[in-house]
T-cell receptor, first 116, second 112 residues
């Protein structure tokens, strides 16, 4: 069975500082990996995705993520955070590009707090 | 192009009442999903559909039912509401050539 672990429940970062959110997955085949962001009271928005090719993927809002097969990780990074980045971040894995018949398996999320 | 819409946005139910959460998409996607989100637990799949007339259970289907009579609509039915169903419910869709899923804004349900 596939699973996703986000080890950090909360992370606090100063505005302008760099950010790394950790994600580890368990999956038997080549995974489709995603990062979503959820602002308070909102739905989930896709930040970026990985399914093959270059292991460093770029997303929206200045985010990037690196796939490391040997570590079963897909960590999200941003060089300089803005106050508007404060949100909940979810890592997800699926069997197909859209999740397919089984949907996506989500981690429990990391709550990002931005200090002024 | 509205994407994925959900109604209502908020609802309070008494124990034992029933209700239907509506989900409509205008992206002509085959796949539709219902997830519930509980604090600190991420999203759990309740039911999904791979096309009109075809539905199947996800990880946490107990207490819920779904139907899919059209491509656009995928309602979620709660027959006998229980406090354990207090949650935020998200509908999502994806297509055969899509990457990732597209989420609606959610319905916040409280059962008291």
């Amino acid at each position: 069975a596939q699973s996703v672990t986000q080890p950090d429940i909360h992370i606090t970062v100063s505005e302008g500082a760099s950010l790394e959110l950790r994600c580890n997955y368990s999956y038997g085949a080549t995974p489709y990996l995603f990062w979503y962001v959820q602002s308070p009271g909102q739905g989930l928005q896709l930040l970026l995705k990985y399914f093959s090719g270059d292991t460093l993927v770029q997303g929206i809002k200045g985010f990037e993520a690196e796939f490391k097969r040997s570590q079963s990780s897909f960590n999200l990074r941003k060089p300089s955070v803005h106050w508007s980045d404060a949100a909940e971040y979810f890592c997800a894995v699926g069997a197909r590009s859209g999740g397919g018949a089984d949907g996506l398996t989500f981690g429990k999320g990391t709550h990002l707090i931005i200090q002024p | 192009n509205a994407g994925v819409t959900q109604t209502p946005k908020f609802r309070i139910l008494k124990i034992g009442q029933s209700m239907t959460l509506q989900c409509t998409q205008d992206m002509n996607h085959n796949y539709m999903y219902w997830y519930r989100q509980d604090p600190g637990m991420g999203l759990k799949l309740i039911y999904y559909s791979v096309g009109a007339g075809i539905t199947d259970k996800g990880e946490v289907p107990n207490g819920y039912n779904v139907s899919r009579s059209t491509t656009e609509d995928f309602p979620l039915r709660l027959e006998l509401a229980a406090p354990s169903q207090t949650s935020v419910y998200f509908c999502a869709t994806t297509g055969l050539l899509s990457y990732g899923q597209y989420f609606g804004p959610g319905t916040r349900l409280t059962v008291t």
